[in-house]
C-alpha cells in the first residue's frame, strides 16, 4: 500500500482558487471602524498593498501565483499527502485517513504560504518595512521568514503569555532579524492605554492587531500584514487544496469528509475551499468539518454579526461568527485558535450549511495527539490537534457503521515547540475549559450597532 503522495515540484499550483465568485450569495461589505460605512479601497491603502485589495475583493475565481512567490513556495512544497495506516490499525477503523502535512515548511506550519505572498506584494508597492501581531509566535516567524527573503524590516507584537511562555519561537523570529514585543507593548498609543487600565494584561490577539495596525497606520512606508481571517490570506492558502485534490487523484480515492482545525479560518479554507468549488460546480459532496477548542468556540456559539477585529476598533469591521472583539480567552495550550472572530468567508459559509464546526474540550484534544503521535511519528502542534480529533471521531463513526469513508485532515503544523503544552498534558495539569455562556452573552453586547 502506498503511504505517501508527494507530487514533483513543478506540480505546485500555478494559481489560487478565489472562493469570491462561487458563494451562495455575496460577501456583505467591509466597514470602516471609525464611521461603519462600507471601505473603500483608499481606506485600505493605509495598511495594505494595492494587489492585495484587489485580491481582498476580486471575483475571478483564479488568480495567477508570481512566479517569485512561486519560486519561494517550491523550497518545502508541494507538501506530502500521507495515509494514515497506523492510526487507522490502532483506531480498528475500515474508514481511510489521510492527512495533509504542512508542518514541512522551514517555520513548520501553513503560515509561509501567504506570508511570502504577502510580503511581496508589499515589496513591489514600494513598502519597507511591515507590522504584524503574533500568538503563538506561528505567523510571526513565518511572516519574519518571508521578509528575510525578501529583505523588508519586520516588527512583531506578540501576544505577552505567548512571549513569556513560547520562547523557541520569540527566538526564531529575532534568528530572522525581526524586531518582537511583548503585547501589549509601550510602544503604541493602544499599548499604553491598555496596560494603564491592567498592568499585568496577559495580552490577546485583538490587542495585539491594534498596536500593529496603529504603527501601519502613521507611517507611509509601513504596511500591516494579517496572518488569518482575510479574504487574500485563504485565497494564498488554497494551494493546500488544490494539492491535496491531486494526490487523492493520484491515491483513486474522493474524499468524504475533509477536517481543518479553526483559529481565523486559513488552514480549514485552504483545504476545504477547493473542494467546496467541485461541490458547486461539479456536484461532488464532500463533507467539510471544522474544529475549534470549546474555550474559543467562534463557530459553534458566536453570533453572525458584524464586529471589530480588533479590541482598540483599528481594522477594518467585518461580518462574520464572533465572541466579540472584547472576549478575554482562557490560556490554553492552542494559542493559534483564540481570535474572537473568523472569517467571513467561512461564517458565510457555515450559515448556508456548507460547512459544519464542531468544539473539542482540551483532554480529548491532546489525547487525539498523543495516538497520532505514536501511531505516525509526529508531534503535532496543539492547533492541527483538534483536527486530529474530529478525525479520529470520524474513523471511529465509520467503525460502528462499518463504512470506508475517506476523511483527509490538514496537520496545519509540528509541535516541535510546543512541548510545554505537552508537558502539563503528561503530568494531567490540563484542564477542561468552556467559555462561559455570559461571558459571551456580554462580550456581545460590545458589537458595533449595524442592521445585520
Ligand atoms: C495559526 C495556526 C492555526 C490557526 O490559524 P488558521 O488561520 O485558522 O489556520 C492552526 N494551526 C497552526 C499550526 C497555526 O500555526
Known sequence: MQTKYLLSQ???PTRWYNVLPDLPVPLPPTLNPATLQPVGAEDL?????KDLIEQEVSQDRFIDIPAEVR???QLWRPTPLIRASRLEQAIGTPARIFFKYEGVSPTGSHKPNTAVAQVFYNKIAGIKHLTTETGAGQWGASLAMACSFFDMACQIFMVRVSYEQKPGRRTLMKMFGADVFASPSNQTAAGRALLAQDPNSPGSLGMAISEAVEIAAQNPDVNYALGSVLNHVLLHQTVIGEEALMQLEQAGVEADV?????GGGSNFGGIALPFYRRN??????????????????TLTKGVYAYDYGDTAKMAPVVKMK?????????GIHAGGLRYHGVSPILALLQEHDAMSAVAYYQTAVFEAAALFTRTEGIIPAPESAHAIRAAIDQALEAKEKQDERVIVFALSGHGFLD????DSYLAGNLQDYAYPEESIRQSL???????N
Request: a negative charge; aromatic letters at 6%.
Open 258 to 262: 475533509v477536517i481543518g482545525c479553526v
Open 280 to 297: 458547486v460546480l461539479d456536484g461532488t459532496h464532500t463533507r467539510l468539518v471544522g474544529v475549534e477548542p470549546m474555550a474559543c468556540p
Open 45 to 49: 491603502s493605509a495598511i495594505f498593498p
Open 322 to 330: 464572533t465572541l466579540g472583539h472584547n472576549f478575554m480567552p482562557a
Open 71 to 73: 519560486e519561494v513556495l
Open 10 to 12: 513543478n506540480d505546485v
Open 445 to 451: 453586547e460590545a458589537l458595533p450597532q449595524i442592521a
Open 419 to 422: 512541548t510545554s503544552a505537552y
